[in-house]
């Protein structure tokens, strides 16, 4: 999961000390687990809010448009030999 955090801070917008940059995950094991991908991009849209660096709609609930914002900039591959993972390196 610590990896997921720091894709999430990666996404987080500049000026609240993020990079605004997207990740890629490449899962070797099928182990990636959307919802709590999910729940982490939830928790920092409601963060970012406290902080005065997304909608009031978070506060209120939690905003979709932010959570989606920090989820479009996910990119899972899901790969299952040698030769899928070689593909996917090469396109990137």
């Known amino acids: 999961s610590s990896a997921n955090e720091t894709s999430e801070c990666l996404q ?3 000026h ?5 940059k997207e990740s890629v995950y490449i899962d070797t094991e099928g182990s990636f687990l959307v ?3 999910s729940d982490m991009a939830k ?3 409601q963060r970012l809010a406290g902080n005065g660096g997304v909608s009031a709609g978070v506060r209120a609930g939690g905003s979709l ?3 989606r914002r920090l989820l479009d900039g996910v990119h899972l591959w899901r790969v299952f030999d040698l030769c899928e993972l070689l593909c996917c390196l090469q396109q990137l």
């Open 16 to 20: 609240l000390g993020g990079l605004e």
């Open 43 to 45: 928790g920092i849209a």
């Open 35 to 37: 919802d709590r991908c």
């Open 12 to 14: 987080t917008p500049r």
């Open 65 to 67: 448009t932010d959570v």
